[in-house]
């Protein structure tokens, strides 16, 4: 695993390379954003929900495979570490206005999945999707909150799905979802990003990727007005975000050394780490204009 923050001795939040994943090793605690269960049957009932337009799904049969593809992804995290809690930083659903019959039976299955897997405690972080579902992931043992502080070694840590304002002036670290974020690079390729935006000295705000496969993201942008967040809105600093990516090494290699050619520190930041059998570059842009430099290249 590679930390959030290297430069931030005290604070082990990591990223599990290969995964949208985050880590609080400390609390033995699996963070992750924007499952979206229930998707496939909303875009084939034609039901809409994005709110940055139509999503071009509307209408379209799609393979079931968010509910596997996510369980087979912590399948292999579960493996490897030691995990207790798991939170979903909002919207484990995809609709807002009803409970989908997918819905309903996915997120069941996925907690009683997590309590087979020994995972003692659920909480979802409500996001703006997350309607409805309250009664059945307390029936499956789990909590639905607003919001969660976690203080992480004198560093104030802030959860929140990012729909809605909460003051934050207390907290070193916010951490969002909501957003998606996405970048193109290497040729056109997709690739969902971890975002870090600085707010002012020694404070972040951490925009996580969509765990959902159906939803890469939305390009990350220094314009205010392209997100959805009153978070990212509210930010001087967004030119100054810094952009983390993965790639698996092994369908990667030329990538990676095509990187390392064009720039280096302190513009670009390469960790070469092995999470299981596979090893993963985890490249960190300094900014969204270096970032915007390279992913020209091809």
């Not at 699996?30 to 999503?55: K, P, Q, T």
């Not at 495979?65 to 995809?94: A, C, M, P, Y």
């Not at 997709?190 to 990727?209: A, E, G």
Request: charged share 25%.
């Amino acid at each position: 695993m590679r930390k959030l923050f290297p430069d931030l001795e005290n604070l082990e939040i990591h990223v599990i390379p290969g995964t949208p994943f985050l880590y609080l090793a400390d609390r033995k605690t699996l963070l992750m954003a924007d499952l979206h269960l229930g998707f496939e049957e909303a875009a084939a009932r034609g039901l809409e929900y994005s709110l940055r337009g139509r999503s071009g799904y509307s209408g379209i049969f799609l393979p079931r495979i968010q509910f596997r593809r996510i369980v087979d992804t912590l399948s292999r995290v579960l493996e490897r570490i030691s995990v207790e809690r798991v939170v979903v930083n909002g919207d484990l659903k995809h609709a807002f206005d009803r409970l989908l019959r997918q819905e309903k039976m996915e997120v069941k299955s996925f907690l009683q999945y997590l309590r087979q897997r020994g995972i003692s405690e659920f909480l979802l972080v409500r996001g703006n999707h997350d309607n409805f579902v309250r009664d059945i992931i307390r029936q499956e043992g789990g909590s639905v909150v607003n919001a969660l502080s976690v203080p992480e070694d004198g560093i104030q840590v802030f959860i929140t799905h990012g729909h809605e304002y909460f003051p934050v002036e207390e907290y070193d670290i916010v951490v969002i979802g909501h957003e998606h974020p996405s970048i193109k690079c290497f040729g056109g390729r997709r690739f969902p990003v971890f975002q870090k935006t600085p707010l002012n000295k020694d404070k972040w705000l951490v925009i996580m990727p969509a765990a959902g496969p159906y939803h890469p993201g939305t390009l990350v942008s220094p314009n205010p007005n392209d997100y959805l967040s009153p978070y990212v809105k509210r930010t001087e600093h967004l030119h100054k975000s810094k952009i983390l990516l993965w790639i698996e090494i092994e369908q990667g290699e030329e990538l990676v050394e095509h990187v390392s050619s064009v720039l280096e520190s302190p513009l670009l930041r390469i960790d070469r780490v092995t999470f299981g059998e596979k090893e993963y570059a985890l490249i960190e842009f300094a900014d969204l204009e270096t970032a915007s430099i390279l992913c020209s290249y091809e």
